[in-house]
């Protein structure tokens, strides 16, 4: 178990846990793992705030998740954190429990305006963009946006930000900023964005329509490209399983064999990227 820093008590997640603690109880338990070096021992992999607060309320024991990975940052790295739309549900179905407003709040160390806010994130929020979002980190600031959408539109906003991985108050403000005076549900009501003037705002909706159509265009040969680029890699990666092959390149073209066993290299993932 490592140690936490001075600061980690005073912190708001960690406010979040006592609290959550004192009225839920643990929702999600601490991650272990067996101890190489002693057996009869384990070790935290996940969870160290929880196991701190936990003692702080004066618990021994808890219930724990067994890993089989003994790689904290691997493991760490692969747990799914409740993204918005996900918390908005959570605390929907706990209220239809009966379960009340005040007692959530106090559970997620939360003021009850926070809570009322999340209980509403999606009103006005179509189910095809809601589906896009679920498990996105999309804030409050981007359903703001997209509310003043018509519903083609926010779908299209969505998609915009899924594929550009950006959840930003800005992204969300340019796309609103882009969007055409007709696809905004109060489409008589004059669009105004503060610092940016009619013209400028013109110029907007032109770019993001064209950006819109470049990825379109992307999406559409993305498939192939990742075909030939698969077929590409096989083909090199035999070449470079020529022992002949190699040492001819090695004495005459130093930095093809560089290139070819960059591409030979490339993972699933950094495929896409490269794309």
């Not at 918005?84 to 959530?104: L, N, S, Y």
């Not at 600031?141 to 550009?164: C, G, H, P, S, T």
């Not at 159509?213 to 680029?229: F, N, R, V, W």
């Not at 470079?240 to 290299?265: C, D, K, M, W």
């Amino acid at each position: 178990m490592r140690a936490l820093g001075k600061s980690a008590k005073s912190s708001r997640k960690y406010r979040q846990i006592v609290a959550s603690i004192a009225q839920i109880g643990i929702v999600e338990p601490p991650v272990v793992v067996r101890n190489p070096d002693k057996s009869a021992t384990w070790l935290l992999l996940d969870g160290h705030l929880r196991i701190e607060a936990l003692k702080d309320a004066g618990a021994s024991e808890v219930e724990c998740l067994v890993s089989t990975d003994d790689e904290a940052f691997t493991y760490n790295r692969q747990v799914s954190r409740l993204a918005p739309i996900q918390e908005h549900k959570m605390i929907r179905k706990a209220i239809e429990r009966g379960v009340p407003e005040e007692k959530i709040a106090l559970a997620l160390d939360l003021n009850m305006s926070s809570i009322r806010r999340k209980v509403r994130l999606l009103d006005g929020i179509c189910e095809e963009a809601i589906a896009i979002l679920k498990d996105k980190p999309a804030t409050g600031a981007v359903f703001d946006a997209l509310r003043k959408m018509k519903a083609m539109r926010q779908i299209e906003a969505a998609e915009l930000l899924v594929n550009a991985n950006n959840y930003s108050v800005a992204y969300v403000n340019a796309i609103l900023a882009g969007t055409p005076q007709a696809q905004f549900v109060e489409a008589s009501k004059p669009k105004k964005v503060k610092g940016i003037t009619p013209e400028a705002m013109a110029r907007m909706e032109q770019e993001l329509a064209r950006l819109q159509e470049g990825i379109a265009s992307i999406q559409d040969t993305y498939g192939q490209d990742h075909l030939h680029l698969t077929v590409t890699k096989g083909y090199v990666g035999k070449l470079l399983g020529n022992a002949r092959i190699v040492r001819y390149l090695a004495q005459t073209h130093p930095e093809f064999l560089s290139e070819f066993q960059t591409i030979s290299e490339i993972t699933p993932t950094e495929a896409a990227e490269a794309e």
